[in-house]
C-alpha cells in the first residue's frame, strides 16, 4: 500500500472533532433534576426546530 492508502490515514479522518467542554458535576440528584426540568422548559418553548417549520415544539402543538 502507498502513502495516502486507508490504512496509513487514521480510523476517525472524516469524523468532527468537537471542542472539549467543560463536564458539569452534580452535588445532589435536586440539582441535577433542576437541570433538567430547565433544559427540558428551554427546549420546548425556546429553541426553534427546523423540522417543525422554524417553530417550537410547544408552538407547533398549539397550531
Do not use: C, W
Amino acid at each position: 500500500m502507498g502513502a495516502g492508502d486507508s490504512a496509513d490515514r487514521p480510523a476517525m479522518e472524516n469524523m468532527v472533532k468537537r471542542p472539549d467542554s467543560p463536564q458539569v458535576r452534580f452535588t445532589s440528584a435536586a440539582g441535577l433534576e433542576q437541570t433538567l426540568k430547565d433544559y427540558l422548559l428551554a427546549y420546548n418553548h425556546f429553541i426553534l426546530q427546523r423540522a417543525i417549520g422554524h417553530r417550537s415544539p410547544i408552538d407547533a402543538l398549539k397550531s
